[in-house]
Nanobody, 121 residues
Framework: QVHLVESGGGLVQPGGSLRLSCAAS????????MGWHRQAPGKQRELVAR???????TYSDSVKGRFTCSRDNAKNTVYLQMNNLKPEDTAVYFC???????????????WGQGTQVTVSS
């Protein structure tokens, strides 16, 4: 069993910053990717950023240059530093990870419970 626990959401004014954290725990043998998706009211869930390896991170076009996704492998934790936030960034942010629980390498797709980010004046 693997659990992802997010923290760091909240209310911020346009132009402000927030930092989200997501820690993975439980039966973890190896982690392939960790990242973030978001879902705004009435919209589909979309990928925000994902760390695949130490030198490869992908971002959606809407957050490039403003958000930074990083991973601490020793802590099984992924972060999302969000700067210059805009009202359109308002959404529930979900942590997502592909994790192998045993040496056979079979990956499970795990999700956190979500944390609300609201950007408003």
């Amino acid at each position: 069993q693997v659990h992802l626990v997010e923290s760091g959401g909240g209310l911020v004014q346009p132009g402000g910053s927030l930092r989200l954290s997501c820690a993975a725990s439980g039966s973890i043998f190896s982690i392939y990717t960790m990242g973030w998706h978001r879902q705004a009211p009435g919209k589909q869930r979309e990928l925000v950023a994902r760390v695949i390896s130490s030198d490869k991170t992908t971002y959606s076009d809407s957050v490039k240059g403003r958000f930074t996704c990083s991973r601490d492998n020793a802590k099984n934790t992924v972060y999302l530093q969000m700067n210059n936030l805009k009202p359109e960034d308002t959404a529930v942010y979900f942590c997502n990870a592909f994790i192998a629980s045993t040496a056979d390498g079979v990956l499970g797709d795990y999700w956190g419970q979500g944390t609300q980010v609201t950007v408003s004046s």
